[in-house]
């Protein structure tokens, strides 16, 4: 059974035990049917419940630190704050030494808050205004320090959200590469603790030094006609970055790598529709009026094109590999998608439409019912208001859409007759 | 064994604090002491509160310095004594020798050298604004031979 199963039967468990339908007994005997720990579902709740309170604690710290103090000596400001920030981390090993480690992870938590509330403090006091990434990348260090030797992927996902705070606070100077080490580490210690939350993180942090390393290159060779061609990129590597992300997905199941998986396919599917539905609705040909340098061939010669060619064909490939054809067509599609924008980049709305209304049919075929119909309701949205004097364009456009689902329709229909 | 790990993680976590704490001291106890004429605004950071921004005329850089360097490049101001109050000589990218110059990096087309923020308590930061508008006033740094420069304090000009 598959761990979003697993905790939805978890939760009718408990609700069914509180309902008095099942009693103690025959809830634990199902549980332990389906190999699911009843306690630790309920732990994993309190855990949660504990990181968000530390995570407001800290955020009461900062606020206060914020308010500076001038009546208090610099001393003993930071005597204060060097001490909580002692006694947190003491603590949590004092926790970990007896056993309790759900309580020791949370105050590292809160440790590695109060480590960068001590930066801002000193930062603070003596009025340091040069460069305030350099202070945050101490933090990122710190907190990744303390992370690693606990070997826990919750902290490990909160030193790489403090690195990625960094690496984007930084753009202003520069595109900082050394933030692919602490990727690395972050994926290293994702295979040796699998977690849900930390794989989110990573695909965020990859895909955010993806788009700033392409707009970074842009600005220097298109200098005013950057914005529009750099979005159109972003848009392309944005969306094999994401299929890219749904085969990976596959592969960890086939590797056993549950949690890995189902964050990486729910995070990957949130990102390519997001993705979609922006270039459906505000890649308009009216931003390419005066530009014929967004042509394919400027996009598959440079860097961002080789990487978006193997996102596709990776795809394709693993896709193939697991015979989810279906979704291999998506990969072939994106393959020459920079062609289509780029000889018809009048019609991109229209392109990215009907990606978009394949897309949903895809994930309605794949089962994904409810993502798969508000995609396609999104794009028939969009499209009825938008269509701006184009009514012989825009109606055509419905009938491609209403043949596209249909054909889906009938093939879903053929399967179940088989069945 | 993971104790001990863990035991040397703090330690790096409480030295690193020592370590920027030494880097942001070392310029105050042994820079020499220099005045420099300032303004001001007050804006509030996310994580360090409310502070003045101080705005130096030496900040604006003058085109042939601009636009060419790459964000972050290191430029130095060598400063000059005119009647007590250190005021601009002339920017390089060699560091001047003999003379009293502050080390900054060009961000488009400013220069920071670190002496841009005061932190202070959100009243006393609004009242010290309007006092700088009526009177004007000066920064009092603390400057190292490297041209590394703190701000050890503001002086209403009487």
């Given amino acids: 059974m598959i761990l979003l199963n697993k905790n939805f039967l978890a939760n009718e468990l408990a609700k069914w035990r509180n309902e008095g339908l099942i009693d103690r007994v025959t809830s634990e005997k199902i549980a332990a049917r389906y190999d699911i720990d009843l306690q630790n579902i309920g732990d994993k709740k309190n855990f949660i419940l504990k990181l968000v309170a530390y995570l407001f604690l800290a955020l009461s710290l900062i606020t206060l630190v914020g308010a500076n103090w001038e009546e208090m000596p610099r001393y003993v400001r930071l005597l204060i704050i060097i001490s909580i920030l002692a006694f947190v981390n003491l603590s949590a090993l004092f926790m970990l030494k007896k056993g309790r480690e759900s309580t020791a992870i949370s105050l590292f938590f809160l440790g590695n808050f109060c480590y960068g509330i001590a930066i801002a403090l000193i930062a603070q006091i003596y009025h340091l205004g040069e460069h305030m990434p350099n202070g945050v990348l101490l933090w990122a260090v710190g907190a990744f320090v303390l992370s690693i030797s606990t070997k826990k992927s919750i902290l490990i996902t909160q030193s790489l959200a403090i690195a990625l705070l960094w690496f984007i606070m930084d753009i202003e100077l520069r595109v900082s590469h050394e933030f692919l080490i602490f990727i690395a580490i972050s994926f290293y210690m994702l295979l040796k603790d699998e977690s849900k939350a930390l794989t989110v993180m990573l695909f965020i942090s990859i895909f955010v030094y993806i788009i700033c390393n392409m707009a970074n290159l842009s600005s220097f060779e298109f200098s005013q006609f950057m914005w529009y061609i750099t979005i159109n990129q972003i848009v392309l590597i944005g969306l094999s970055y994401s299929l890219f992300g749904i085969s990976l997905s596959l592969v960890a199941q086939k590797f056993n790598k549950i949690k890995i998986a189902v964050a990486l396919r729910w995070i990957s599917l949130i990102t390519g529709i997001a993705i979609l539905l922006f270039a459906m609705s505000f890649i308009s040909h009216r931003n390419y009026d005066y530009i014929d340098l967004n042509n394919s061939l400027a996009f598959y010669g440079r860097i961002y094109g080789v990487l978006h060619i193997v996102f596709a064909t990776f795809s394709l490939i693993i896709l193939a590999q697991f015979k989810r054809y279906y979704v291999a067509i998506l990969a072939l599609f994106l393959l020459i998608l920079p062609f289509g924008v780029g000889y018809f980049f009048e019609y991109s709305n229209a392109i990215y439409s009907i990606l978009s209304v394949i897309t949903g049919a895809v994930l309605i075929k794949q089962d994904y019912l409810k993502l798969g119909l508000s995609t396609i309701f999104i794009v028939a949205n969009v499209r009825y208001f938008d269509l701006i004097g184009d009514y012989i364009g825009t109606s055509l456009l419905f009938l491609l859409f209403a043949v596209i689902v249909l054909v889906v329709s009938r093939n879903k229909k053929a399967i179940k007759n088989e069945s | ?158």
């Fill in chain 2, 1 to 158: 064994m993971r104790v001990k790990i863990l035991i040397s993680a703090i330690i790096f976590q409480i030295l690193s604090l020592i370590a920027m704490l030494a880097y942001a001291y070392v310029p105050i106890y042994f820079g020499k002491e220099i005045k420099v004429d300032v303004t001001l605004y007050d804006p509030r950071d996310l994580l360090r509160g409310n502070y003045v921004s101080l705005n130096y005329d030496f900040s604006a850089l003058p085109i042939k310095y601009r636009d060419l360097q790459k964000p972050g490049t290191k430029i130095y101001l060598a400063l000059k004594d005119i009647n007590g109050t250190y005021v601009k000589d002339e920017y390089s990218f060699v560091k001047p020798k003999n003379q009293i110059f502050l080390t900054g990096r060009i961000y488009g087309n400013r220069a920071k050298f670190g002496i841009e923020a005061f932190f202070m308590p959100i009243d006393k930061a609004l009242q010290i604004e309007r006092d700088i508008r009526q009177k004007g006033a000066w920064a009092i740094l603390s400057v190292m031979d490297n041209g590394s420069a703190r701000i050890k304090e503001i002086v209403l000009k009487e």
